[in-house]
C-alpha cells in the first residue's frame, strides 16, 4: 500500500464494451484519494443475456463505496452511453455534475426523469474555463462528435496533464457546433500529456474518417429526385443530420414534419440553446398526410429497428393520420449498431410490403460515423504527444488494437479493461490495483446487479419451460389428493390430450410420493427434491426437455 | 374452382426468409392434383422470438392435410436450411426423398438422427437423368453454390418446364465439384422455360459474385506469413474452403487439424462419396498441440458465434490439450449472418484477450459469398429467356428487389412470398389461391406451431417475470393460514428484506380474500381474478414490474 501521492486511473465501465462509460480519476495517497468521475452512461439489455430489463450502467460500488470520495462528475457529450445513468445513479454518488450547456440540459432531463433534482448539474463554459475540484483542475475541450457541443475533459492534477478524449471524430466542417482543431490540440498538449485516454470504436476502419458536410451534396440531390414522400431516420441526437436532412428536404420543396419523442426533445434542446438557428418550421404529422406525397420529408425516430419507435409504427402502418405506399422513400441515414441487424431488416421488409423503397448507407453517401478512424487516431497520438496512451470506449479486441497502434506510432500504450487501475504517476505505466467491476440491471424502478441470478432465472424459465408442482399433506405428512402440476411455456398435449403432460406428471409425482418412506414426506427438503428429480425425469422422457420446478408444499396442521 | 389441368407453384418457407426452405409444385385439376417437394430445410431460433427452441422449420400443414397427394421430395443441396428438416419431417411427409449422392449420404444422417428409415433417400444421378414422378419429370442440373453437388431442379411437367434453381452462384472454378456451366443452362432452357425460380439472397449485392479460385492465393499467402498457430473458421458444409484451407496450411509446412463434430462429418462424407481426393492426412488435435505452433493448422466448426462449437471453445479456454497464445492468428473465412454479430465479436474479444490476432473478411480477401449477385442473377435471367421470374430464397425486401431487376431486364416477375399460390400455366402468372403458412417449432422431442402459444408464455415469462400464488381454502372457502408467493426472475428484496416481494405480497393477498365477499371465495375464477390483480398492481408499485402470474388455489374437503 503506498503512502505516496500518485494519479490514478479506473475504468468502471465501457473499456470492454461499446456502451456504459464511466472512468475515474483519483489523486493522492492510496487511502486519502479524492476522485472525480467521467461520464455515467448506459447499455441497452437484449433478450440473449437481459431479458425484461429496462436499461444496464455500470457498477459505480468502488466509488460510492468510498464516503464522500468522490468530488465530481463531468459528462463528455449528451448520448445515452455517457449521461444515460446520471438521473438513476445519482441518488448514489451524490456528487455535483458539470457538462456543457446543451449537455447539461440533456442531463438536467435525466435527473427530473429518476425525480432528481436538476440543479444538481452544473453549465460550464468551453476551455479554456477550467472547474477546479478537491486536486483537480478540469477543462471541456470541444472536439467533434455527431452531437453538439461533444468534449474532451483536459484534467490537471499535480501529476500532470490528462487529455480524456471522450467520443470524437476528426471532422473539419461539422456542420453544426465546434470543428476539429488540431491547433487548440496542439496548444493544450505543448507543455506535456501524461495520459491520452482515447475513443477506440473505430480503431478497425482504416481510412481516414469522412466529414457531415460531404453528405450534404447527396442527400440534397436525393431528396429532390425521390418521386414521392421520403422519411428519413438517424440517431435522434445526431443534430447536424437532423438539420442536414431537413435544410435538404426544404431544397427539395418539402415541408418537414417530426416524429418521435426523442427526435423532438433534441431538437428542442439545440435550438433552446442556440446551436440550432437555421432549422425549418416543422409541420404537425397530420398535416402533413394532407399534403401532396412529393411535398413531404418526415425525419423519424427508430434508425436500430426499435420496435416502438416512430420508424417501425411507420413500417407496420403509419403513425397518425400518415401511412406509406407504393413510390415513397425511405432512408436510413445511419448505421446498424452490431446486434440490431436483425430487427432494422424487420422494418425493412414492412416497408418493402407496402412497396416503399429502402435507401441505405450506400458506401457511405448518406451517412458518415461519428467515430475516429485508424489514421485519425494516429493524427491524435501526433498532436497530443503523450506519455502514453490508454484506450478506452470500446471492447477488448478494441482496445488491443488501438494499443497495438499507438506502439506501432512509437507510444507507449497499456491496455486496461473495467478494473484495471493504472498509476500515472511514473515514466511509464503501471497496474496499480484490480478492482472489481461489474453491471447492474435497471427494471422498473429497483436497480439490482447482474450477477443477482434474477435475470439468469429469467433466461432459464424462457429456454427450458416451468413447472410449479403443489402438494398438500395432511398432519401426518399423507397426501391430500394428487400432486396438482402447472406448466408454463411447455408443449402439454402429450397423447393427443390437451394437458396430458400435467396429468402424466401428477400422476408419477403422486405414485412417488406415496411410495416414499414416512420419513421423506416429512422433510420438506426431501419432497421437494423428490418431486423434483420425478418431474424432470418424466418431462424429459416425454417431451425431451427438462423444465424448471418450483415446488409449493402445504402442510395441513391439526 | 378450376376443373382445368395446371401447374401450380407456392413456397411454404424461404420466401419470406433465409432459411426453412420447403416449395411445393402441383399439377392437375384443384381436387385432383399431384404434388411434389423441393427442399425441406430448417431456419435457427433466437432468443428474441423463439427461446428454448431447437430448430424452425415451414409448417407442412396444407401438404400433410392432402393423403397421399405428395409424390416425391427432392432435395437440392446439402446446406440445413434446405435438408436440415427432412429427418424431422419425414413422419408426416411421407414420400419418397430424391437427392444427389453428397446430398442423399447426409440427408441419410438426418433421417437417422430422426429414427427414420435412411433407406427412404433415393440417390440420382445428374442431369440428364431424370426422376418420374406422378406428372412430373424432375432432373438435377449441377449449378455452383458453396457446397458439393448444389443442382437447380428442372422440373418437366404437361404444362412446360421449371427452372427452380436452389442456392447458387456464378463460379466458374469451384475447387471441388461443378462449375457454373452457362451452355448447359442454356442447353436445358432451349425449348423454353415456363418459370425461373431464382435465389434471391444477394440481389442488393451489386459487382459481380467471385469464384472460390480467386482464394486460394491470398490464403496461401496469409498461412505462410504467420508466425504462430493459425485456426480458420468457416461454414462446416464449405468443402471447397475447407480443401482451400488445408492445402494452404500444407504449402505453408503446417499439419492440419480438424475439430468440429459438424467439419468431420461433412469432409467424411465428401471423401466417401469421392468429391475430395486431395485433402491432406489429418493429425489429433492432442497430437496437433504438441508441433511447434507455426506447424500447425487447426480447422474449427463454429464461424457463427455458437457457444458450444469449437470455435467458441478455442477462444474460451482450449480444446483437447490445445490453446492458444500470444502471436496465433484466428481467420474467419466466413461472413456474419445477420443476428450473430454479436456471438463472433464475443469470439474476437475473448481470442484478444489471449493475444491472439483476428483476421476477418478482409474486403473479400479471405472469403467469396455463394449466392448469386445482381449482375449474376441478370446472367441467369438471359440464360434461361423464362416467360416469368418467380423470386424465392429471401426476405420479404430480397425477393421484391429481384422482381424488380427482373422486370428492368424485360421479364415478367411476380414476388410470391410463403402461402401465395401461383399458377403457372397461363400466358401470364396468376395468384391462384392463398393459403396459410406458418412455422413449427422443433424443441426437444416435440414439434408445435409457432402460434400455439408455449414460446409467448416463455417471452412473457422472461420479461416479466413470474409469481406463483398459492391459496388454501377449508371447505367453507375460508383462507387456511397465509397466501403463499413464490417469484421467479424478479428482485425480492424490498425495503431490505430478502424476500420483502413475498412478504408484502402475501400479505396484501391474504387481506384482501379475508375481505372479499364469500361468493367470490366460493368461486375459483373469481379468487384467481382477485389475487391477480391484487398481485400485479403491488409488484408493480413495489418494483415498477406486471409479473406473470399463476394462482393455485388448494380446496380442503370435508
Known amino acids: 500500500m503506498s503512502k505516496t501521492e500518485s494519479l490514478v486511473y479506473v475504468a468502471l465501465g465501457g473499456a470492454g464494451e461499446i456502451g456504459m462509460n464511466m472512468y475515474l480519476y483519483g489523486y493522492g495517497a492510496e487511502k486519502k484519494r479524492r476522485w472525480i468521475m467521467v461520464d455515467a452512461g448506459v447499455a441497452f439489455p437484449d433478450m440473449d443475456s437481459s431479458p425484461g430489463v429496462d436499461l444496464i450502467t455500470a457498477d459505480p460500488e468502488f466509488i460510492t463505496s468510498k464516503a464522500h470520495a468522490l468530488d465530481a462528475i463531468f459528462i463528455t457529450h449528451a448520448h445515452e452511453d455517457h449521461v444515460g445513468a446520471i438521473g438513476r445513479l445519482f441518488p448514489q454518488l451524490k456528487a455535483p455534475i458539470y457538462a456543457r450547456e446543451f449537455t447539461a440540459e440533456i442531463a438536467r432531463g435525466k435527473m427530473e426523469e429518476a425525480g432528481q433534482d436538476p440543479s444538481e448539474v452544473v453549465t460550464v463554459g468551453a476551455w479554456p474555463e477550467q472547474v477546479e475540484v478537491g486536486p483537480f483542475k478540469v477543462g471541456f475541450l470541444p472536439i467533434s462528435h455527431s452531437v453538439p457541443e461533444s468534449s474532451a475533459m483536459i484534467i490537471d492534477s499535480p501529476a500532470g496533464r490528462v487529455f480524456h478524449t471522450g467520443d470524437w471524430k476528426r471532422d473539419p466542417d461539422p456542420q453544426v457546433g465546434e470543428p476539429f482543431d488540431p491547433d487548440a490540440i496542439a496548444e493544450v498538449s505543448k507543455d506535456g500529456i501524461l495520459a491520452l485516454v482515447c475513443d477506440s470504436t473505430n480503431v478497425f476502419s482504416k481510412n481516414p474518417g469522412r466529414s457531415e458536410a460531404e453528405l450534404v451534396g447527396p442527400v440534397t440531390e436525393l431528396l429532390k429526385n425521390q418521386p414521392g414522400l421520403v422519411v428519413a431516420t438517424t440517431f435522434a441526437s445526431n443534430v447536424a443530420r437532423l438539420r442536414t436532412l431537413a435544410l435538404a428536404g426544404q431544397a427539395a420543396g418539402r415541408s418537414i414534419a417530426v416524429i418521435g419523442r426523442a427526435m423532438h426533445k433534441m431538437i428542442g434542446t439545440a435550438r433552446k440553446t442556440g446551436l440550432l438557428t437555421d432549422f425549418p418550421d416543422m409541420i404537425d404529422i397530420n398535416d402533413a398526410a394532407q399534403l401532396p406525397a412529393e411535398n413531404v420529408l418526415v425525419l423519424a425516430s427508430g434508425s436500430q429497428g426499435e420496435g416502438r419507435a416512430a420508424s417501425a409504427q411507420l413500417s407496420r402502418g403509419g403513425y397518425g393520420k400518415l401511412s406509406l405506399k407504393d413510390g415513397d422513400t425511405f432512408l436510413f441515414s445511419s448505421k446498424v449498431i452490431p446486434g440490431n441487424e436483425v430487427a432494422v431488416a424487420r422494418i425493412e421488409n414492412a416497408l418493402a410490403m407496402q412497396g416503399v423503397d429502402v435507401v441505405g448507407e450506400e458506401g457511405g453517401l448518406y451517412?458518415?460515423?461519428?467515430?475516429?478512424?485508424?489514421?485519425?487516431?494516429?493524427?491524435?497520438?501526433?498532436?497530443?504527444?503523450?506519455?502514453?496512451?490508454?484506450?478506452?470506449?470500446?471492447?477488448?479486441?478494441?482496445?488491443?488494437?488501438?494499443?497495438?497502434?499507438?506502439?506501432?506510432?512509437?507510444?507507449?500504450?497499456?491496455?486496461?479493461?473495467?478494473?484495471?487501475?493504472?498509476?500515472?504517476?511514473?515514466?511509464?505505466?503501471?497496474?496499480?490495483?484490480?478492482?472489481?467491476?461489474?453491471?447492474?440491471?435497471?427494471?422498473?424502478?429497483?436497480?439490482?446487479?447482474?450477477?443477482?441470478?434474477?435475470?439468469?432465472?429469467?433466461?432459464?424459465?424462457?429456454?427450458?419451460?416451468?413447472?410449479?408442482?403443489?402438494?398438500?399433506?395432511?398432519?401426518?405428512?399423507?397426501?391430500?389428493?394428487?400432486?396438482?402440476?402447472?406448466?408454463?411455456?411447455?408443449?402439454?398435449?402429450?397423447?393427443?390430450?390437451?394437458?396430458?403432460?400435467?396429468?402424466?406428471?401428477?400422476?408419477?409425482?403422486?405414485?412417488?410420493?406415496?411410495?416414499?418412506k414416512a420419513k421423506v414426506r416429512a422433510d420438506d427438503e426431501a419432497v421437494e427434491k423428490l418431486v423434483k428429480q420425478t418431474a424432470i425425469n418424466k418431462a424429459n422422457r416425454l417431451i425431451g426437455k427438462k423444465p424448471e420446478v418450483t415446488v409449493m408444499i402445504n402442510r395441513l396442521e391439526d
Open 367 to 516: 451517412h458518415v460515423s461519428g467515430h475516429a478512424n485508424r489514421p485519425d487516431l494516429e493524427e491524435m497520438h501526433r498532436l497530443t504527444k503523450p506519455q502514453f496512451v490508454i484506450p478506452m470506449h470500446g471492447e477488448y479486441r478494441h482496445l488491443r488494437e488501438h494499443a497495438k497502434l499507438a506502439e506501432q506510432g512509437g507510444f507507449s500504450a497499456v491496455v486496461a479493461p473495467n478494473g484495471t487501475m493504472i498509476d500515472l504517476s511514473g515514466n511509464q505505466p503501471k497496474v496499480a490495483e484490480m478492482i472489481d467491476t461489474g453491471r447492474r440491471y435497471v427494471d422498473g424502478s429497483v436497480i439490482y446487479g447482474a450477477m443477482d441470478g434474477i435475470v439468469r432465472d429469467r433466461i432459464r424459465m424462457a429456454i427450458r419451460g416451468f413447472l410449479v408442482v403443489n402438494i398438500v399433506l395432511d398432519e401426518k405428512n399423507r397426501l391430500v389428493g394428487d400432486a396438482w402440476v402447472e406448466a408454463r411455456g411447455l408443449f402439454t398435449e402429450v397423447g393427443g390430450v390437451e394437458a396430458g403432460l400435467q396429468s402424466e406428471l401428477e400422476e408419477v409425482i403422486t405414485r412417488d410420493l406415496a411410495k416414499a
